[in-house]
């Protein structure tokens, strides 16, 4: 098993190694990390990311996606306000941007000869993000899916793994696993499977109280999957214990509107020359980080969830607002699964 950490390239997350020694080669070999999952954000730099590092591409991902790829004009003019609004969140107001954008980055994946790619199998809307109330199913979301990954991967020879991730929207969380099933028979691409990301699947149960319930969780699901589970090639770790926030957002939905507006829910607030629309985009993403913690694992526990999978990978997947906070959470977890990782880390 191989261990990466994932990053983006941001500016602000490229900067943050700058002064490390050895740059980002260094801080790998610190922690005894095998290469990155990237995700990219802007132009591909060399001298930052040789290709040896890059083990895994995280395709782009646009949690409102549906109504943009099926063309319903209604349902987009219901959430962006204009086509500078579309532009802003698609990169373009043309559909085909979404096949485009990600046959591209499959292409970037040939060439850093990268082991893997992931997509996200989900969609959800701004406002379903804090009331909880979807208009599509798993089933619809995860027709679209298939059909916009083929188009996507149509005639693209065989090379890095398409790997699917769950999320706790609508789509892929593995609590059907017939669907998990329709993924692996009807997309064309050849090599593909499954990233299981703990804390997402974490999130599709605010019942939890601690890391072990989270696990003994887990391997419940993995339990019903069935075959499924043996195409699960990558694991992204972190823990997500956040049913009480999503509990009292729901209650408070119940009352009023919360969130639904430029100021939304967040102490923070974005910056002053955003217009309402990427206010209200810039305050769901701060809402998200609560939901989705990324938290590092604590709870030795996980272990057994780790050698239940048998993962070709497993990504270190921290939030953190500085090197500093990501160097803790990285030294916390490694300890946490050592039998796994088998490293000496510094202190």
Same mark, same amino acid.
């Given at each position: 098993? %191989? ?7 941001y ?27 990237l995700?990219?954000?802007? #132009? ?32 987009? %003019?219901?959430?962006f306000?204009?086509?500078e ?24 994946a ?19 993000? $804090? ?7 798993d089933?619809?979301v995860?027709?679209?899916?298939i ?18 991730? &769950?999320l706790?929207?609508?789509?892929? &969380? ?13 997309i064309? $691409? #050849?090599? %593909? ?23 003994? $969780? ?14 699960i ?33 967040? #102490? ?27 938290? #590092?694992?604590?709870?030795?526990a996980? &272990? ?34 050592g ?9």
């Open positions: 098993m %191989k261990q990466l950490i994932n990053l983006s390239s500016p602000q997350e490229l900067e943050q190694f700058n002064d490390y020694p050895g740059g980002l080669k260094g801080f790998l070999q610190t922690f005894g990390l095998d290469g990155i999952e995700i990219q954000a802007g #132009p591909y730099e060399n001298e930052l990311f040789p290709h040896k590092h890059i083990r895994g591409l995280h395709l782009p991902f646009w949690p409102d996606w549906m109504d943009f790829f099926k063309g319903n004009q209604a349902g987009l %003019k219901a959430r306000p204009d086509e609004s579309l532009k802003y969140y698609y990169g373009s107001s043309l559909p085909d941007v979404l096949s485009d954008t990600w046959r591209k980055e499959m292409r970037h040939q060439e850093f000869k990268a082991d893997y790619v992931v997509a996200h199998v989900s969609h959800n809307t701004l406002p379903s993000c $804090y009331t909880y109330a979807f208009d599509d199913s089933e619809v995860i027709d679209s899916f059909r916009l990954i083929n188009q996507a991967t149509e005639g693209l020879p065989a090379g890095p793994m398409l790997l699917m991730e &769950n706790w929207w609508p789509g892929l &969380n593995f609590l059907k696993p017939e669907l998990a099933g329709r993924l692996l028979s009807e064309h $691409y #050849p090599n %593909k499977g499954f990233v299981l990301d703990v804390g997402h699947l974490m999130n599709t149960n605010h019942s939890l109280r601690s890391e072990k319930e989270g696990v003994d $969780y887990s391997m419940k699901i993995l339990d019903g999957l069935g075959p499924a589970a043996g195409h090639r990558t694991i992204h770790l972190s823990s997500s214990l956040s049913g009480d926030y999503v509990k009292s957002i729901l209650q408070e939905h119940r009352r009023q509107d919360a969130g639904m507006n430029a100021d939304g829910l967040s #102490p923070l607030r974005p910056p002053a020359h955003f217009d309402a629309f990427k206010k209200q985009c810039w305050q769901c993403g701060e809402h998200i980080r609560q939901i989705d913690r990324h938290m #590092p694992f604590r709870d030795p996980v &272990n057994e969830l780790i050698q239940r999978v048998k993962p070709d990978y497993l990504v270190h997947e921290l939030l953190a607002d500085s090197l500093s906070e990501l160097e803790a959470a990285l030294r916390i977890q490694s300890r946490t699964i039998p796994a990782s088998n490293q000496t880390l510094p202190k």
